[in-house]
C-alpha cells in the first residue's frame, strides 16, 4: 500500500496492513486444519494436468493450486495457500481504486478492511473455486479504469485487457465486464473519445491474447465448456421463486454490516451525487451490469450466491463511500457509524463460526447443515478403511461414480493410486485414462447411492458383489454411508462409460 505523509493517513495505512494481515493469518490456520471439499479436490486433479481449459471452468484455478502445492505440498495447506495470498495484492487493488475515485485514505482503508471482513473474500479465498482469482482480477480490473480515468494516458487500456483476460481465465462471468465497461464509457461524455480509440481495441486483444488457450481447448473438445456454461442463459421455463433467494444469501456473504453500507453507498452515488460523477457511473455500472443479469436469471434457474463475486470490489468501494464520505441525516449517520465500526468484527466472528461449524457440527447440536456435505470431514479416516478393503480383496482400481467422490478418493488415499470416475469421462480428458491394465482387474466401486446401489452395474459387469460399507462422519453425525462394491468382468471389455456428455447430446 502507499505510503502517506499525514499521520494520521500513516495510522490508517498500518491499521489496514494489520487488519488484513491478520484476516489472512487466520484464514491459513483454517486452511490447514479443514479438509477439502470435493470441488477442491477435483480442481488438484486439475492442477496435476494443466491445461487451457476444463470441462467446467477456464484453468487459473488449477494453476492456482498447482503454484500452491509445489510451495507446500499436497495438503490442504499446499492447495489453499495462494489463494488466500491473493487477498495481499487484491487489497492493493482496492486501495488504490478507493484513493483514486475517492480521493483520501480513509476511503481506501475502509474499503480494503470491508471487502476483507466479507465472508466472500473470507471464504472465497479460503476454499479454493474460481471465484478466488475472479474477485482478485476484478479488483484489477477496477484499478486498471482508475488509473485511466486518473492519468487520462491510453496505455492503461492494456492493464485493463490484462486484468478482464485473467478474469476470464478464472471464470466466464468476467465476459460481463466488456458490457459494463462500454456502458461507462457512453455515460460519461469526456470518455466517449476512448470508444474510437485504438487503445481500447488493443486493450481488448490483450484480453483476447490470454482468454485464447481457453477458446482453443474449447475448438479441439466440441466447445463442450462454452456450450455447459453459456447454455445455462437458456429461459426453458419461468420459476421466478428463485429471485427470493438472492437477497439473503448476499446478506449473509457480504455479512450485514457491509450488505448496509454497500446498499447505502449505491444509493448516495445514484442520487446523493456523492463523489465525481465518473467515479460514481463506475463503480455502479461494474456492480449493476452483473447483478441485472443474475436477477433476468434468477426468473428460471438458481443463482448460487458465490457467482457475485466480482461484483464485490465495487460493492466494497460503495461502503465505504457509505461509511466516510457521504453526508446522512441522524438515523442514516448513526447506522452507517455502527455498521462501519462493526464489519470487521462481525466478519471475522462469522469466518470463525463458519469454519467450527464445517469442521465439528457443533453450532447446530450436530444435525446436518449446509456444509457437511460438500467440506470433506471425516474423508482422511474412510479413505484409510478404503484402502484396507482394496489391499484385502485385490483391487486394481477404484471407480466412483461422481467427480466429487473421485477427487477425494484420489487426494485421501495413497499418492499413486488408480482412481477413477465411471462415467463423464469428458471431465478428465486432459488426465490421460487410467492404466490398462488396472482396469482389466478387480475393481472397488465406491457408491453413495443407498440402500439399492446402481442397478446398472449389473448390466455392466458379470460380478458386482457388495463386499462392505464406510461411514463418514462428522462428529456422531453419519454424513455419508458409502458401499463397497466388487466388480469384475466387464460385459463390453471396458468398464468406463465413455458416452457423450449431455451438452453434445441435444
Known amino acids: 500500500m502507499p505510503q502517506a505523509a499525514n499521520p494520521d493517513d500513516r495510522r490508517l495505512i498500518t491499521g489496514a496492513i494489520l487488519t488484513v494481515g491478520a484476516l489472512v493469518v487466520l484464514r491459513l490456520v483454517a486452511a490447514a486444519f479443514t479438509p477439502l471439499t470435493f470441488d477442491e479436490a477435483y480442481y488438484w486433479m486439475w492442477s496435476k494436468h494443466l491445461a487451457g481449459g476444463y470441462y467446467d471452468h477456464p484453468p487459473m484455478v488449477a494453476f492456482v493450486i498447482r503454484a500452491g502445492t509445489m510451495i507446500a505440498g499436497d495438503t490442504e495447506f499446499g492447495v489453499r495457500l495462494v489463494s488466500i495470498l491473493l487477498a495481499l495484492p487484491m487489497s492493493f487493488a482496492i486501495w488504490r481504486s478507493a484513493e483514486i475515485l475517492f480521493g483520501g485514505a480513509r476511503v481506501a ?66 465476459m460481463f465486464f466488456g458490457p459494463a465497461i462500454v456502458i461507462w464509457l457512453v455515460a460519461v461524455p469526456k470518455l466517449r473519445r476512448w470508444l474510437i480509440s485504438p487503445w481500447l481495441w488493443l486493450g481488448g486483444l490483450v484480453a483476447l491474447a490470454l482468454f485464447s488457450p481457453v477458446i482453443l481447448w474449447n475448438a479441439e473438445h466440441h466447445w463442450v465448456s462454452f456450450i455447459k456454461q453459456l447454455g445455462r442463459a437458456r429461459i426453458e421455463d419461468f420459476r421466478p421463486v428463485f429471485i427470493a433467494e438472492l437477497v439473503p444469501t448476499q446478506i449473509a456473504f457480504a455479512t450485514p454490516p457491509v450488505f448496509i453500507l454497500g446498499a447505502m453507498g449505491l444509493h448516495a452515488m445514484a442520487w446523493r451525487a456523492c ?20 436477477v433476468w436469471h434468477s426468473l428460471h434457474a438458481r443463482v ?103 477427487g477425494w478418493l484420489a487426494f485421501y488415499l495413497p499418492k499413486g493410486t488408480c482412481v477413477a470416475q465411471q462415467g463423464q469421462r469428458i471431465r478428465w480428458v486432459n488426465m490421460g485414462e487410467p492404466d490398462a491394465a488396472a482396469l482389466r482387474g478387480k475393481l472397488l466401486y465406491v457408491d453413495d447411492a443407498l440402500p439399492t446401489g446402481r442397478p446398472f452395474l449389473k448390466l455392466l459387469f458379470s460380478r458386482v458383489e457388495i463386499i462392505g460399507q464406510v461411514q463418514r462422519k462428522r462428529g456422531p453425525l453419519v454424513a455419508e454411508t458409502y458401499l463397497l ?11 468406463l462409460d465413455r458416452s457423450p456428455p449431455p451438452e453434445l447430446q441435444r
Not at 280 to 291: A, D, E, G, K, Y
Not at 486 to 492: D, F, Q, R, V
Open 109 to 174: 482503508a475502509s474499503a480494503v478492511i470491508l471487502l476483507n471482513a466479507t465472508l466472500m473474500a473470507a471464504v472465497g479465498t479460503l476454499i479454493v473455486t474460481p471465484d478466488a482469482p475472479l474477485l482478485v482480477a476484478s479488483s484489477f480490473v477496477l484499478f486498471s479504469l482508475a488509473k485511466l480515468l486518473e492519468s487520462g494516458r491510453g496505455v492503461w487500456w492494456l492493464a485493463v485487457g490484462a486484468a478482464v483476460g485473467c478474469a476470464l481465465l478464472s471464470k466466464y462471468t468476467a
Open 275 to 294: 463523489g465525481a460523477h465518473a467515479a460514481r457511473v463506475l463503480v455502479s455500472t461494474m456492480f449493476w451490469t452483473i447483478v441485472a443479469y443474475f
Open 304 to 406: 448460487e450466491a458465490n457467482w457475485f463475486a466480482p461484483v464485490y470490489p465495487a460493492f466494497a468501494l460503495a461502503a465505504a463511500v457509505a461509511a466516510n464520505l457521504a453526508s446522512w441525516e441522524d438515523r442514516s449517520r448513526r447506522l452507517a457509524g455502527f455498521c462501519r465500526r462493526w464489519a470487521a468484527p462481525t466478519g471475522i466472528v462469522l469466518f470463525v463460526l463458519l469454519v467450527v461449524q464445517a469442521n465439528t457440527g457443533l453450532l447446530s447440536g450436530y444435525r446436518r447443515d449446509a456444509t457437511v456435505r460438500s467440506v470433506g470431514v471425516g474423508w482422511p479416516e474412510i479413505a484409510r478403511e478404503i484402502e484396507a478393503t482394496r489391499k484385502r480383496v485385490g483391487a486394481s482400481c477404484v471407480l466412483a461414480p461422481d467427480y466429487g467422490t473421485t
Open 485 to 495: 462394491v466388487l466388480l469384475e468382468g466387464p460385459k463390453s471389455g471396458d468398464p
